[in-house]
């Protein structure tokens, strides 16, 4: 018998995909974590039953959520991410070898503990070998109100606006994060589907741009996500992403990416213009 996972991305509109088994399901105190093999996708990450990674397009996401700002920002030394659990963002930030520490504040401990279990791939930065990532299981908003002025990135690696992420898409959330960076901090966070999620999209812009002076939105093509087609918010206290892109170190890296690459950044700023009006002012 053949076994199909479906993800509805609308109520008329889905992907779906043959999937060899389920390795791991179960509920945690915040969401149910399922994790499936599927054949054209290798392991599947599961959350509340919407996909979050697979194995083979992972690099596209934590590529671009972690590199645009890492090269935008001249010196960063600390970062956070909040949310994140399986791991992919710090595996990418520890790259940058001027990152003094990475810290993940996930709320889901399980979610870390079957990461690197089962994602050894996306997980090979938190599984305590590393002295230069610390983990915390704790709830993002508390985490960063005990830890103001504190942080060069932070990047919100968080699921959809619904269950224990609803709040990270809040105003408050922001202004929250706007103190935990440093004088010239930036914040990255994944910002849904210009396809789908244009609502959702205006709110979270509009939530932004009452506390950052400087707020652009980027794109990555993302094949597992609601229409392929994904963004990323890009907040900051001070520098520009493009105006202020160091693109020379950006080019001379000394590290893999399977995504980003210095013209890719510059590219990901210029936006359809259905997207731009998503987020007009």
Same mark, same amino acid.
């Given at each position: 018998?053949?076994?199909?996972y #479906? ?11 043959? #999937? ?8 945690? $105190?915040?969401q @149910? ?17 919407? !996909?979050?990674? #697979? ?16 090269? !935008? ?5 600390? !970062? ?11 595996r ?27 994602? =050894? ?8 070998? %590393? ?5 915390? &299981? ?9 830890h @103001?002025? $504190?942080?060069?990135?932070?990047? !919100? ?25 440093? $004088?010239?901090?930036?914040? &990255? ?6 396809? *789908?999620?244009?609502?959702? @999209?205006?709110?979270?812009?509009? %939530?932004?741009?009452?506390?950052? =002076?400087?707020? $652009? ?5 993302i =094949? ?16 520009? =992403? ?13 590290? *893999?990416?399977?995504? *980003? %690459? ?14 731009k009006? %998503?987020?007009?002012?």
């Amino acid at each position: 018998m053949d076994l199909w996972y #479906t993800e509805k991305h609308s109520d008329n509109v889905g992907i779906t995909m043959k #999937t060899t088994g389920t390795l791991f399901s179960g509920k945690s $105190e915040f969401q @149910q974590l399922d994790i499936i093999d599927t054949l054209e996708y290798g392991k599947m990450m599961l959350l509340d039953g919407l !996909v979050m990674v #697979t194995e083979r397009d992972e690099f596209v996401y934590h590529d671009m959520i972690a590199h645009p700002a890492l090269f !935008v920002h001249p010196e960063p030394k600390q !970062v956070l991410v909040i949310g994140g659990g399986d791991g992919g963002s710090i595996r990418e930030i520890m790259k940058h070898k001027g990152v003094e520490l990475a810290t993940l504040c996930e709320i889901d401990g399980l979610v870390i503990e079957k990461s690197i279990e089962l994602l =050894p791939s996306m997980a090979c930065e938190i599984d305590g070998s %590393n002295p230069r990532v610390k983990l915390h &299981v704790d709830d993002g908003l508390a985490y960063i109100r005990e830890h @103001q002025n $504190e942080f060069d990135i932070i990047l !919100v690696d968080s699921t959809d606006p619904i269950g224990p992420a609803v709040g990270l898409f809040e105003e408050d959330f922001y202004r929250l994060v706007f103190g935990a960076l440093k $004088e010239d901090g930036i914040m &990255v966070a994944q910002s849904e589907s210009p396809f *789908y999620h244009a609502e959702i @999209q205006k709110n979270m812009y509009k %939530n932004l741009r009452a506390v950052f =002076p400087i707020v $652009e939105m980027y794109q990555a093509f993302i =094949p597992t996500y609601p229409s392929g087609f994904w963004s990323f918010a890009f907040a900051s206290k001070k520098y520009h =992403p493009v105006k202020d892109f160091d693109r020379e170190r950006a080019a001379s890296r000394d590290f *893999y990416t399977k995504y *980003y %690459n210095e013209d890719l950044h510059l590219g990901a700023f210029m936006l359809p213009t259905f997207a731009k009006e %998503n987020i007009a002012d």
